[in-house]
């Protein structure tokens, strides 16, 4: 099933918490909606199950107004945060609720409600646990079961609020890429809701980036990450160094590095740029902008320098990041002078 939001809006007293969203998501496709806390993206969804109504715009579904119906004829399943399983239930028994609430007409036979169950306990890898109360459960097999449940009803649309932020960084790890596999397997149309923003660069086929009621951005990860269209996504979607633009003598310079062929340099309105720790080159060289090693942080696979460079106060430091394999050749060191290089910048107007 395909959704398209056409100019929705949504206050709460003063508040805008959606603020005239147009988007539109295909048949099958898996997007996320990626923002800070406030920024609409929960009030989207819970307009797309039928949990709120729009003060202004239009909710369609595969093309018909669907702005008012009721939940029930949405076919929309919905996992939240925190489960929100039944704790006096069995997996088995909070898997096959919807299924024996339907009404009569549509319910199925108790055998076919067993053997559907039995399914979809196999999908979600927790075909042993249908005994089991969801306090015998750890995190993340009871967000499985709760998957479970959501999928039993065969809904068109899967909506997912938060759906790993309750558990530990591990666990999240694993069920994103399960997510993406149980995705890519049964085909349905995916929203979920997401402040976590290596999360929807790992799972979506689409990001929306939200800010305060307001799409600052839509593309596929890659593109959104490389090429964002404002200072808040670049902030927004990982760390970033900011650094003002000065003008002299018509040319345009970050510290003493000559950045005069970006013509968005040379803007005369006060500019800064942003920044990424990797497009930071480190050299031992003379060329480049001479800086001291403040810090050397080892993280894994990567390894993060700050760096005070010549001209700058001590407390603003530019982070930069190198691979463990580099650090390892080099071995930077606290106190060491070294010559620092930008591969990649993006301009944009002071106060963006």
């Not at 099933?1 to 805008?16: D, N, T």
């Not at 596929?220 to 003002?244: C, I, M």
């Not at 005070?308 to 603003?316: F, L």
């Amino acid at each position: 099933m395909s959704i398209a939001l056409r100019e929705v809006s949504k206050r709460y007293g003063e508040f805008a918490a959606v603020d005239g969203i147009n988007l539109d998501v295909p048949t099958g496709a898996l997007i996320a909606l990626l923002g800070p806390s406030g920024c609409g993206k929960t009030t989207i969804l819970r307009i797309i199950a039928g949990l709120e109504t729009p003060d202004r715009g239009q909710v369609l579904f595969d093309d018909q107004d669907a702005t008012l119906w009721p939940i029930r004829a949405r076919k929309v399943g919905f996992v939240f945060q925190h489960y929100a399983l039944f704790r006096h239930m069995t997996v088995f028994e909070n898997v096959a609720f919807g299924l024996k609430v339907k009404p009569r007409r549509e319910r199925r036979t108790l055998k076919d409600i067993q053997r559907k169950v039995g399914s979809l306990l196999e999908l979600v890898q927790l075909e042993w646990a249908g005994d089991r109360f969801p306090a015998q459960l750890s995190g993340g097999q009871r967000q499985r079961v709760a998957l479970a449940r959501a999928l039993a009803v065969d809904p068109e649309v899967l909506l997912l609020d938060e759906p790993f932020g309750a558990l530990d960084t591990q666990v999240r790890h694993e069920l994103r890429r399960w997510l993406r596999r149980l995705h890519d397997e049964l085909h349905f149309t995916s929203i979920f809701v997401t402040h976590d923003q290596q999360e929807a660069i790992e799972v979506a086929d689409t990001i929306v980036i939200l800010n305060r009621g307001r799409i600052e951005q839509a593309g596929v990860p890659g593109d959104v990450y490389d090429e964002p269209t404002s200072a808040f996504v670049h902030r927004f979607l990982g760390q970033v160094n900011e650094l003002p633009v000065r003008l002299q003598k018509g040319r345009a310079f970050l510290g003493p590095i000559d950045i005069s062929a970006d013509p968005e340099a040379l803007s005369e309105r006060a500019v800064i740029a942003l920044i990424r720790p990797h497009e930071i080159e480190i050299g031992g060289d003379a060329a480049g902008w001479s800086s001291k090693v403040m810090a050397v942080r080892v993280i894994g696979p990567i390894v993060r320098l700050e760096l005070v460079p010549e001209g700058r106060a001590a407390h603003e430091r530019l982070e930069a990041e190198i691979s463990r394999e580099r650090f390892e050749a080099e071995r930077f060191v606290v106190g060491q002078r070294v010559t620092l290089r930008f591969r990649r910048w993006q301009i944009y107007a002071a106060g963006a």
